[in-house]
């Protein structure tokens, strides 16, 4: 069985950092591309990242590039998000979502997806 | 960047009834698009990908078509399980976006 388990979220003020956590089983976790998938309180869905099966491909939302750096841990089975300068718009419900595909270019959408952490931003 | 732009906004239906949910896109994006279904309290779900094809265990009730720019879920017979809020959603140059989804309401 597929589980993704999200930690790592809670209570950062303005301009700080935070890093999520996503530990994967019940698959093979480098086969598969990973995303980062946001909910602000009462609205839609925000795509923030994608990374390739290999780690070696990036792709990020203009809204957190430069600041949000996607990563994963093959033997560790884990994905990972680094946020920093952090702001109030960032506050949202972070998933992680397991891609279909391995690369870009066969992603099809995500399968499997996490229950979420919440990330809020404020003084 | 590729907008999706998804109507209604909310769709009144009883159940039995069929759905028709639409997606526009404001460019080309062949057949990259996903649907998905999200209830309260709970994480999305996959039900159609690459525009037509239903993922594993979704029931046959729901459907998926179109190509380019426009895109439509059916939902051919509404149950009561299938009251929730869809978004659609593309990969393009490197990028993805959601549509701002589409609240499937109870008449």
């Known amino acids: 069985e597929v589980q993704l388990l999200e930690s790592g979220g809670g209570l950062v003020q303005p301009g700080g950092s935070l890093r999520l956590s996503c530990a994967a089983s019940?698959?093979?976790?480098?086969?598969?591309?990973m995303s980062w998938v946001r909910q602000a309180p009462g609205k839609g869905l925000e795509w923030v990242s994608f990374?390739?099966?290999?780690?070696?491909?990036?792709y990020y939302a203009d809204s957190v590039k430069g600041r949000f750096t996607i990563s994963r841990d093959n033997s560790k089975n884990t994905l990972y998000l680094q946020m920093n300068s952090l702001r109030a718009e960032d506050t949202a419900v972070y998933y992680c979502?397991?891609?279909?595909?391995?690369?870009?270019?066969?992603?099809?959408?995500?399968?499997?997806w996490g229950q979420g952490t919440l990330v809020t931003v404020s003084s | 960047e590729i907008v999706l732009t998804q109507s209604p906004a909310t769709l009144s239906l009883s159940p039995g009834e069929r759905a028709t949910l639409s997606c526009r896109a404001s460019?080309?994006?062949?057949?990259?698009l996903a649907w998905y279904q999200q209830k309260p309290g709970q994480a999305p779900r996959l039900l159609i990908y690459d525009a037509s094809n239903r993922a594993t265990g979704i029931p046959a009730r729901f459907s998926g078509s179109g190509s380019g720019t426009d895109f439509t879920l059916t939902i051919s017979s509404l149950e009561p399980e299938d009251f929730a809020v869809y978004y659609c959603?593309?990969?393009?140059?490197?990028?993805?976006?959601f549509g701002q989804g589409t609240k499937l309401e109870i008449k």
């Open positions: 959603q593309q990969r393009s140059n490197w990028q993805y976006t």
């Open positions: 990374i390739s099966g290999s780690g070696g491909s990036t």
């Open positions: 979502a397991k891609d279909r595909g391995v690369t870009y270019y066969d992603s099809s959408g995500s399968d499997y």
């Open positions: 019940g698959f093979t976790f480098s086969s598969y591309a």
């Open positions: 460019q080309s994006v062949s057949s990259y």
